[in-house]
């Protein structure tokens, strides 16, 4: 054999060498780990796995053991999601797949909802969307999401309109009884139709605000503007000075300008508010918070009085303590007080005073109480 021949033998021997050597590395490595796991020593176990996809990335089988581990045994959702995410873009109908993958999601997307981190967890629950398009506790986290995050002028209506179908989806795909864990305490747990609902309503109720802000405004420049006409007008008049004999004039009735609310978001927004009474709460206090807004619903947006001293009364009925419900039940019987004098009912007058005196006196009560 020729000199040149037998360097290139030596250096196919030594490749063929070098090759095995690798193999049978990833080949003991892997099953170093398999025993290890078998033995419940997973920490141990989990770092000849990562030896062996150092050495091979794609291999599926140290691959989905290593998952197996990282999701089911150690609940590392870090590491989880590494091995979880490569696996499902393979194997997307995999169902313990999809299960270790939605798990590192949830997790992931639950953790910085909490943290308020509403941009980066909505990206994860819209990932797990993908796989589970009905999970309702993810479908309320991403509506709710959507919500705080628009909340705050400048709103973006079309993401509150997201949040709306959002909000109903997870409605759908939930029962009375589930609950998600509130974002502010650990120890706490949401009713996820309630919550919904409440968004829901409170999402018509901003943008009814929004429009009554603005019509108040209008209606401050107008009796500005009026006013300061009247005084340049009073100015040009000469001063005279006359006696008039005094006489009781009747008073004219003034006649209050109505708020044009938009009739379809009034509408839903008492719906929802009714849905949410309907569904059994635990906390007292939340009880009424329904009952409360339909009633100033009515008070302010359609100068209704009587019908929100109705709704306060069934607020009373669940919590007779509440001193919200007392406080505006006592200015709606002042408003009502004040309508009864103006359309000179003064029989009606007195007694809306004298219930008046009443929630004043509760009002009092319950504030040295507490």
Same mark, same amino acid.
């Given at each position: ?95 313990? +797949? ?22 980066? #967890? ?41 949040? +709306? ?20 305490? #650990?120890?706490?747990?949401?009713? +996820? ?100 807004? +339909? ?65 004043? #006196? ?9």
């Amino acid at each position: 054999m020729s000199l040149k021949g037998f360097r290139t033998w030596m250096l196919w021997m030594g490749g063929l060498l070098v090759l095995s050597t690798l193999t049978t590395g990833c080949n003991t490595e892997l099953a170093r780990a398999r025993k290890l796991a078998g033995n419940k020593d997973y920490q141990t176990a989990i770092l000849y796995y990562e030896k062996a996809l150092k050495r091979d990335p794609d291999d599926l089988d140290a691959l989905k053991e290593a998952a197996q581990i990282y999701c089911d045994e150690l609940k590392n959702m870090s590491k989880c999601f590494e091995k979880s995410e490569k696996l499902y873009k393979r194997f997307k109908k995999d169902p313990k +797949i999809q299960d270790w993958y939605k798990k590192s999601l949830w997790t992931f997307a639950n953790n910085l909802y909490i943290q308020q981190l509403l941009g980066k #967890s909505s990206k994860y629950l819209r990932k797990y969307l993908e796989i589970d398009a009905n999970n309702g506790k993810v479908l309320y986290m991403l509506a709710d999401a959507r919500f705080r995050q628009n909340r705050k002028p400048p709103r973006k209506d079309d993401e509150l309109i997201k949040a +709306i179908k959002e909000f109903h989806l997870a409605i759908k795909n939930t029962k009375p009884s589930d609950t998600v864990r509130s974002k502010f305490d #650990s120890k706490n747990k949401l009713i +996820i139709q309630w919550e919904a609902y409440m968004k829901v309503a409170g999402i018509y109720d901003m943008w009814i605000k929004d429009k009554f802000l603005d019509w108040q405004k209008k209606l401050e420049e107008e009796a500005k503007e009026k006013a300061q006409k009247a005084a340049k007008a009073e100015k040009k008049k000469k001063r005279r000075r006359r006696r008039r004999r005094r006489r009781g004039k009747k008073k004219k009735k003034v006649e209050k300008p109505k708020f044009p609310v938009n009739e379809e978001h009034f509408k839903k927004a008492i719906e929802a508010y009714k849905a949410a009474s309907k569904i059994p709460q635990s906390n007292k206090y939340k009880r009424t918070v329904p009952y409360i807004q +339909i009633a100033l619903f009515y008070a302010q947006f359609k100068g209704d009085n009587l019908e929100g001293v109705k709704w306060l009364k069934k607020a009373e009925q669940e919590d007779d303590t509440n001193l919200s419900v007392a406080g505006n039940m006592k200015m709606l019987y002042d408003r009502l007080k004040e309508e009864a004098e103006n359309n000179d009912e003064k029989k009606l007058a007195k007694k809306y005073e004298k219930m008046s005196v009443v929630y004043d #006196s509760k009002v009092a009560s319950l504030r040295g109480q507490k």
